[in-house]
């Protein structure tokens, strides 16, 4: 502390690039270091010192040129920076010995020197600061608290200030002397009488990122938040709090951003100590991490809390151990114990207080995720878990990387809250009998009242979309906004979105075309409700004009806020139901007297899925902000949806028959290598008779195949055969299982 320092260490720096007050905005590396002590007590002086440094890159700007008056002759034969600041030990502990003095502590005209230009250059190149580095004072502050009506801080200058106090600028031409000779005259004017001032205003660094808690109700100042753009997707908080080194975040400060399946989106919101630090920050607007360039921009408190903030005492409890490595596990099987999950990462790296350290993520209703968070007390044994990525659990493999306190509360509120998109209205879930329903798309219809948005990047979501859409938002009907993913789950790139009317949606097809949506363009078209149903349901729409799709018959998912309904819904008879975890939605009570036969449970949008056999495309709205590879929603399939109508009354399933499938026997068949195609399965039952239409993979939300498909045979015969014969046969290496549902 300065106040307790026997000395200053007058001290200064110049970079290869810009300097002054852009000191470290550019990257370029340290090339000037000078300095010099004066002693506290007896108001001495030592001896001023000036090394040149030899930058890795061994290039000069004009502009750095014209300040320092330096050429790359003068540097090309200097010592690296790591030598440098030994010498800069040397010199000082040598001098201090001389003097008699104990201890020091810096003294500089400007925190650029130390925050914008040391720090992250030792980061970079792995060099290990002095402790020295880690405190010191500002002269401009210091001058400031002893002539308050000398200027605001930031717009004092050494000139200014020497004139200030009745003293001559200092005539030196060598950059660095001049500007320590300056504020070394300064400090021993503002020590002596009338000021007889003491450094007391102490600067820190930290030496490390504090990870912690953020609860939703702590207020945030959006003048210290910032959003970081274009991580690397494996990237920690300690990787950010890396990049911004020399700047204090706030405790439990990164917030990694998950997009709309759970994954890392390449954005952190960061958090400083004050609006000062986050000033700083942004001026490393496009610095490097690695060989990727970080864009940098402002944000708000209220967007920190949207991502970081948390109200789970679970969570606060499981986070409330300090200093822990957080790993977040992916994939687990749903009958997971904790006992398998520690067995799983060995002893050779134990968790923090054994079952205590496991987190297991759960949907509102108690069922298992298959994502985990996992507390490890040091780096070793982080790393140990972290060489079991993709290792084998059951018959999962398994992901794991680092995670963050603020994913942690991101990811249990995805789970936990209505997947709901703010900016549309809700609509009312009510359950209503399919039968009297059987319009699940938008009427079609000639007016040109929709858009259609191609070549999206595959990572968008419904957030990026209406972020897209900007201005013209308000303009979009209420759950009209449509991803469309291919024929394995995935997205496709496109979206149809329904306006209000045919010119909102020709105002944006013009002012949105070829806007750049994640360093892409997309292109923006105008068309009708009936192009974009036909799309939907599976047909083509091309420059060689409209296809229909091979089938029209949507099956059913059931809702992601199924928690939130007041009653539950009346669900298929038992004979048409999966097994767990295949069925999405919660076993109702018993039917009461008044229901005179169950009903096919369908919900309006809020949100549903179209789903078909034979569809290039299925479509959903809106994207399920959960992890991509534990969401067990899928659609119902034909066999189900057959059984269904059987069990109706005879004038419903009459109603019924011209949208129905013909019934038939389904099997379900488990255990699918997670690249399983139709053609596959078809060879699998070679010899049953088998058409395309007959099988039906089934996807999560995320497009990944869930090991699971189910088939519908001819005949509950042929199907009872297909299980005795096939089931528990090799399927490319792995044993598949076959259950008959009806």
Not at 53 to 79: H, N, R, S
Not at 279 to 302: C, F, Q, W
């Amino acid at each position: 502390m300065a106040s307790h320092s026997d000395t200053l260490v007058v001290f200064f720096g110049a970079t290869a690039g810009a300097n002054g007050g852009k000191l470290g905005s550019d990257e370029r590396e340290i090339i000037l270091l000078v300095w010099q002590i004066v002693d506290l007590h007896e108001k001495k002086v030592g001896k001023l010192q000036r090394c040149l440094v030899k930058p890795d890159t061994l290039e000069l700007t004009d502009q750095c040129k014209e300040d320092t008056g330096l050429t790359l002759d003068d540097i090309v034969k200097a010592e690296p920076l790591d030598k440098v600041l030994q010498q800069f030990q040397q010199s000082v502990s040598s001098e201090l010995k001389c003097l008699g003095r104990s201890s020091y502590t810096l003294c500089v005209n400007s925190p650029l020197i130390i925050r914008q230009a040391l720090h992250p250059e030792a980061s970079k190149k792995n060099l290990v600061l002095p402790e020295c580095f880690f405190t010191f004072v500002d002269v401009r502050k210091e001058f400031h608290k002893c002539c308050p009506n000398a200027g605001p801080v930031q717009k004092l200058e050494l000139p200014s200030m020497l004139e200030y106090v009745g003293l001559p600028a200092v005539s030196e031409q060598s950059v660095g002397v001049r500007e320590v000779r300056s504020m070394v005259q300064l400090t021993l004017c503002i020590l002596a009488e009338p000021y007889n001032h003491k450094f007391s205003c102490v600067e820190t660094v930290k030496y490390k990122f504090d990870s912690g808690t953020c609860s939703k109700t702590e207020p945030v100042d959006s003048e210290t938040v910032i959003r970081a753009r274009g991580l690397p997707w494996q990237s920690s908080d300690q990787d950010i709090a890396r990049f911004f080194k020399g700047l204090s975040i706030a405790k439990g400060g990164v917030a990694l951003c998950l997009n709309a399946q759970g994954r890392r989106n390449g954005e952190a919101l960061v958090r400083f100590i004050n609006s000062e630090h986050r000033d700083l920050a942004l001026e490393r607007h496009k610095h490097h991490m690695g060989s990727r360039y970080i864009e940098v921009y402002k944000a708000t408190g209220e967007e920190f809390l949207k991502i970081a903030g948390g109200t789970s005492n679970e969570v606060a409890q499981f986070l409330s151990k300090e200093n822990q490595v957080i790993i977040r596990m992916r994939g687990l099987p749903f009958t997971a114990t904790p006992q398998e999950v520690l067995s799983f990462l060995g002893p050779e790296s134990p968790v923090t207080d054994d079952a205590e350290g496991l987190l297991f993520v759960k949907y509102p209703d108690g069922r298992p995720t298959g994502d985990a968070f996992v507390l490890f007390s040091c780096e070793e044994y982080a790393q140990n878990a972290l060489k079991k990525h993709k290792q084998i659990l059951g018959k999962r493999y398994i992901e794991l990387f680092r995670s963050t306190a603020a994913e942690v509360q991101q990811v249990l509120n995805r789970y936990m809250s209505t997947p709901l998109i703010s900016t549309l209205p809700p609509s009312p879930i009510v359950p209503v009998p399919v039968l009297t329903s059987p319009s699940f798309l938008p009427a079609a219809s000639s007016t040109r009242d929709c858009v259609r948005l191609r070549g999206l990047p595959y990572t968008a979501g419904i957030e990026d979309i209406l972020e897209f859409m900007g201005e013209h938002t308000v303009d979009i009907k209420p759950h009209g906004v449509h991803m469309v993913l291919n024929q394995q789950g995935r997205p496709s790139g496109d979206a149809f979105i329904q306006m209000k009317s045919s010119d909102k949606a020709f105002t944006v097809a013009q002012k949105c075309h070829k806007k750049t949506m994640k360093d892409r363009y997309v292109e923006v078209f105008q068309c009708s409700t009936e192009e974009m149903s036909i799309v939907l349901m599976g047909g083509t729409l091309n420059r060689s004009g409209l296809s229909p799709p091979p089938c029209k018959l949507p099956c059913l998912s059931p809702p992601t806020a199924y928690a939130a309904f007041p009653t539950p819904p009346t669900i298929l008879s038992e004979a048409a139901l999966y097994q767990p975890p295949l069925l999405a939605a919660p076993r109702p009570p018993p039917t009461t007297t008044h229901s005179p036969a169950h009903a096919l449970a369908y919900y309006p949008p809020h949100p549903h899925l179209y789903m078909n056999m034979n569809m290039n495309y299925t479509a959903y709205y809106p994207s399920p902000p959960v992890s991509p590879s534990t969401v067990s929603y899928f659609a119902a399939p034909p066999g189900s949806v057959a059984a269904a109508v059987a069990a109706q009354p005879h004038h419903a399933a009459a109603a019924a028959s011209s949208v129905m499938p013909q019934p038939g026997a389904l099997v379900r068949m488990q255990g699918l290598p997670y690249n399983t195609g139709v053609k596959d399965i078809l060879s699998f039952f070679q010899g049953y008779q088998l058409q395309p239409d007959a099988v039906l993979i089934l996807y999560n939300f995320s497009g990944q195949c869930s090991g699971e498909a189910l088939i519908t045979f001819p005949s509950e015969e042929v199907a009872r055969r297909a299980v005795a014969e096939r089931s528990n046969h090799p399927f490319y290496g792995q044993q598949v299982h076959l259950v008959f549902c009806n």
